[in-house]
């Protein structure tokens, strides 16, 4: 079990923080405005489209893929977004070094065989070394597809833009101070953990862009108001706030020792439990299944009557303590965008709801109540009341991010 002490101690949690994770999560407002700023210096805010494209497909790994989840969200049913992961993976060469390559440095990615002169293609990269990338914005090029690159300036994605008239775009990387701390090897080189707040330099631009077509609804100044909204989150979940204050360690204190299974109501709140779900399998070693009401509830139905749900009774006064780990117990976390029903400026992130909230539910949550109350699981229900869509999913990633990071911190050190 998680020792709760542990997520009150900053020297600690700095310890752990190997590759801090919770510095970059810090500085994920920074990122957005930075992403801004260079993408309107790279050319998009002189780009004038001439109506929208028919399908947008980006292609990317990773929380590029997540971003393409998100902006299909927004996007709605106004124009097709779809995500391209890669479809092949081939041995990669080692480098002059001689240094082991990264696993996706031979990864590949085709085009869908309608993809042409009317769709968009947008290639997103944290490395910009994928060699199947480059090969596929070839691909397009010779399709007639529009191209768009977010890749790190200097890097062979950012150099086969230009050779294929796409329009490049900067991907921010996180800025960390040099402490001089040894580096700690990665139980896996060639599979390294992805930075926590990648999705926000992979998301800036290609929403930006999206604003651009009038793929969105967005105001003109959603994007800086999401840099407000992770700065707060970041004062709110700094790691020298107790955690009675923190709302992130106090979520992370709730999920120790359990199997979550991570509800959400509404499009928002599934993309953001489907982010949530992968950061605690990279970020915390936990698994967790994620699923949107009414679905979740008859395709989790088993996860209440088998051995996590009932469980054993951690009160039996005849368990052994000292022989017998603390049983794992399943653990419900109800995600929902509930624009309107509250002051949204008086909202200090997404707070969680009380089973005595007089907002109304819809038949899902009720059921989903009822179903956790009749199995004796407990169901935590956190909900964002911001009106728009994108600062409410804003407000659920960056609470759940900074949890995920502190179930691991603390998990390491215990």
């Given at each position: 079990?998680?020792?709760?002490?542990?997520?009150?101690?900053p020297?600690?949690?700095?310890?752990?923080?190997?590759?801090?994770?919770?510095l970059?999560?810090?500085?994920?407002?920074?990122?957005?405005?930075?992403?801004?700023?260079?993408?309107?210096?790279?050319?998009?805010?002189?780009?004038?489209?001439?109506?929208?494209?028919?399908?947008?497909?980006?292609?990317?790994?990773?929380?590029?893929l997540?971003?393409?989840?998100?902006?299909?969200?927004?996007?709605?049913?106004?124009?097709?977004?779809?995500?391209?992961?890669?479809?092949?993976?081939?041995?990669?060469?080692?480098?002059?070094?001689?240094?082991?390559?990264?696993?996706?440095?031979?990864?590949?990615?085709?085009?869908?065989?309608?993809?042409?002169?009317?769709?968009?293609?947008?290639?997103?990269?944290?490395?910009?070394?994928?060699?199947?990338?480059?090969?596929?914005?070839?691909?397009?090029?010779?399709?007639?597809?529009?191209?768009?690159?977010?890749?790190?300036?200097?890097?062979?994605?950012?150099g086969?833009?230009?050779?294929?008239?796409?329009?490049?775009l900067?991907?921010?990387?996180?800025?960390?101070?040099?402490?001089?701390?040894?580096?700690v090897p990665?139980?896996?080189?060639?599979?390294?953990?992805?930075?926590?707040?990648?999705?926000?330099?992979?998301?800036?631009?290609?929403?930006?862009?999206?604003?651009?077509?009038?793929?969105?609804?967005?105001?003109?100044?959603a994007?800086?108001?999401?840099?407000?909204?992770l700065?707060?989150?970041?004062?709110?979940?700094?790691?020298d706030?107790?955690?009675?204050?923190?709302?992130?360690?106090?979520?992370?204190?709730?999920?120790?020792?359990?199997?979550?299974?991570?509800?959400?109501?509404?499009?928002?709140?599934?993309?953001?439990?489907?982010?949530?779900?992968?950061?605690l399998?990279?970020?915390?070693?936990?698994?967790?299944l994620?699923?949107?009401?009414?679905?979740?509830?008859?395709?989790?139905?088993?996860?209440?009557?088998g051995?996590?749900?009932?469980?054993?009774?951690?009160?039996?006064?005849?368990?052994?303590?000292?022989?017998?780990?603390?049983?794992?117990?399943?653990?419900?976390?109800?995600?929902r965008?509930?624009?309107?029903?509250?002051?949204?400026?008086?909202?200090?992130?997404?707070?969680?709801v009380?089973?005595?909230?007089?907002?109304?539910?819809?038949?899902?949550?009720?059921?989903?109540?009822?179903?956790?109350?009749?199995?004796?699981?407990?169901?935590?229900?956190?909900?964002?009341?911001?009106?728009?869509?994108?600062?409410?999913?804003?407000d659920?990633?960056?609470?759940?991010?900074?949890?995920?990071?502190?179930?691991?911190?603390?998990?390491?050190?215990?």
């Amino acid at each position: 079990m998680l020792d709760d002490t542990l997520l009150d101690d900053p020297a600690a949690l700095q310890r752990a923080d190997h590759d801090r994770a919770l510095l970059a999560l810090a500085g994920a407002g920074a990122r957005v405005r930075t992403a801004l700023r260079q993408a309107d210096t790279a050319g998009l805010d002189r780009l004038r489209p001439d109506g929208r494209p028919r399908a947008v497909l980006v292609a990317g790994h990773g929380s590029a893929l997540t971003a393409a989840e998100i902006l299909a969200v927004l996007a709605g049913s106004a124009t097709l977004v779809a995500p391209l992961p890669p479809t092949e993976a081939a041995a990669p060469r080692a480098d002059r070094a001689g240094a082991p390559p990264a696993f996706t440095a031979g990864l590949g990615w085709q085009l869908p065989g309608w993809a042409g002169p009317l769709d968009l293609l947008v290639v997103s990269s944290a490395d910009g070394g994928e060699q199947g990338l480059i090969s596929l914005a070839e691909q397009a090029y010779a399709r007639g597809c529009a191209i768009v690159v977010t890749a790190p300036a200097g890097s062979p994605l950012a150099g086969a833009a230009l050779q294929v008239r796409a329009l490049p775009l900067p991907y921010v990387a996180a800025v960390l101070p040099d402490e001089g701390a040894p580096a700690v090897p990665a139980a896996e080189p060639d599979l390294p953990a992805e930075d926590p707040a990648a999705l926000w330099s992979h998301l800036t631009p290609l929403l930006a862009l999206a604003q651009k077509l009038g793929l969105t609804q967005l105001p003109y100044d959603a994007l800086p108001a999401v840099a407000d909204l992770l700065d707060a989150t970041a004062v709110r979940c700094r790691p020298d706030a107790a955690a009675y204050t923190n709302p992130a360690k106090g979520l992370a204190a709730r999920l120790a020792g359990t199997v979550p299974l991570l509800w959400a109501e509404g499009p928002v709140a599934a993309a953001a439990a489907a982010r949530f779900a992968a950061q605690l399998a990279d970020r915390a070693g936990r698994p967790a299944l994620a699923g949107s009401l009414p679905q979740a509830l008859t395709a989790h139905r088993g996860m209440f009557t088998g051995q996590w749900g009932a469980g054993a009774d951690p009160d039996d006064f005849f368990r052994d303590r000292v022989e017998e780990p603390d049983p794992l117990h399943l653990q419900v976390l109800l995600l929902r965008h509930v624009p309107g029903t509250g002051p949204a400026e008086e909202q200090d992130g997404p707070a969680e709801v009380t089973e005595d909230d007089p907002r109304p539910r819809s038949f899902g949550v009720t059921r989903a109540h009822r179903l956790a109350a009749a199995h004796e699981v407990r169901l935590t229900e956190y909900a964002s009341t911001l009106p728009e869509q994108l600062h409410a999913l804003a407000d659920l990633i960056a609470l759940t991010d900074f949890a995920a990071v502190y179930l691991g911190l603390a998990a390491a050190q215990s």
